[in-house]
Nanobody, 120 residues
Framework: EVQLVESGGGLVQPGGSLRLSCVAS????????MSWVRQAPGKGLERVSS????????YYADSVKGRFTISRDNAKNTLYLQLNSLKIEDTGMYYC?????????????WGQGTQITVSS
């Protein structure tokens, strides 16, 4: 059974940093591209970042480019998202998802999410 468990969210001031983790089980992370998807309050899902299975190719939404960094540790079956220079508009629920798809509706496996609140 595929399971994804996120952690690392919390309350942070604008300009602050957080590091999200997503531990995968039920499959080998080594064979799968992975993504982070977020949902701001009252808004739809937005793909934030993706990384291929080897870690050599990445994608970032324009809204986070230069501030967020996706990475993975296949030995630990863990996906990460480093969030720097956080803005109020980064507030939302962050999910890790299995795969690399342009459309969020194509993701089949999701974690339960971790909440990030950026507020002064």
């Amino acid at each position: 059974e595929v399971q994804l468990v996120e952690s690392g969210g919390g309350l942070v001031q604008p300009g602050g940093s957080l590091r999200l983790s997503c531990v995968a089980s039920g499959f080998s992370l080594s064979w799968s591209s992975m993504s982070w998807v977020r949902q701001a309050p009252g808004k739809g899902l937005e793909r934030v970042s993706s990384i291929d299975s080897g870690g050599g190719r990445t994608y970032y939404a324009d809204s986070v480019k230069g501030r967020f960094t996706i990475s993975r540790d296949n030995a630990k079956n863990t996906l990460y998202l480093q969030l720097n220079s956080l803005k109020i508009e980064d507030t939302g629920m962050y999910y890790c998802a299995k795969g690399w798809y342009a459309s969020v509706s194509d993701y089949e496996y999701w974690g339960q999410g971790t909440q990030i609140t950026v507020s002064s």
